[in-house]
């Protein structure tokens, strides 16, 4: 085999091609700690249900865990939360404080109800009462930089800030999260909830396979190159 490597173009092949593996290797690494992630997630929401108690105490670890809870709800004090259904027209989650038996607040995300145009049908608070809540255990991802700011006159969010729905409602919260109720069947069918969905994606192993290809792509581009211009022959030198 003969070669003459071109300085210029075999320094610019040194330093990219490392970068690009590396790329591709910390993606496989990422993918190693997202599917731990997910692996997680699930053995949370698959365990048996835990107290408020043993939930606080857990802290982040009680992340998507189901909790049962004991209280009763303050309905003059919802708020809504305006998002986008299956269908793709706008939907509205009822949140709900329940005052819990030991004293403390919490916000309970209690499902779907109806929309009129883009307002809640109204008519679909709690019933008055002790209520048991299972649910599972969210810690709302904050406000972005594009979230439009709340309707405040109709107590309607555009994000989980239940931070801000308890300074509305003038409450101050146990605990800054916020409690996904299960799909036990409310009178009348509303609120709707089991509306817990794990939507985390996954798709480091491509972005690995593609900084891989890259790598494999510009080494075979280098190679090519010198072969033709001469400067790279595998034949036997004369």
């Not at 300085?7 to 993918?31: D, E, F, S």
């Not at 969210?138 to 309607?156: N, S, V, W, Y």
């Not at 101050?172 to 909830?193: K, Q």
């Amino acid at each position: 085999m003969r070669f003459r490597p071109l300085p210029g173009a075999t320094i610019a092949v040194l330093i990219a091609l490392p970068i690009l593996i590396g790329l591709g290797l910390w993606q496989l690494q990422r993918l190693h700690w997202k599917e731990a992630l997910l692996a997680e997630i699930d053995a949370h929401i698959h365990a048996p249900p835990i107290s408020f108690a043993e939930a606080q105490h857990l802290g982040p670890a009680a992340q998507y865990r189901r909790v049962i809870l004991n209280g009763a709800f303050l309905s003059d004090r919802s708020s809504y939360i305006y998002t986008t259904g299956n269908s793709g027209g706008p939907a509205m989650h009822l949140v709900t404080p329940l005052r819990m038996d030991g004293g403390g607040i919490l916000m309970v995300d209690q499902g779907l109800v109806p929309v009129v145009g883009q307002k809640p049908a109204p008519g679909f608070a709690a019933a008055p009462g002790h209520h048991r809540v299972l649910g599972v255990w969210r810690t709302p991802d904050p406000p972005g930089l594009f979230t439009p700011k709340p309707d405040l006159a109709d107590a309607i969010w555009y994000s989980r800030d239940v931070v801000g729905m308890a300074r509305l409602h003038h409450l101050s919260l146990a605990v800054p999260v916020i409690v996904e109720a299960d799909a036990t069947a409310n009178p009348g069918g509303w609120p709707r909830g089991g509306q817990t969905v794990v939507d985390i994606p996954n798709n480091h192993l491509s972005y690995a396979l593609t900084w891989f290809g890259l790598a494999a792509t510009l080494a075979g581009i280098y190679l090519a190159y010198h072969v033709a211009q001469g400067r790279l022959s595998f034949g036997r030198a004369a």
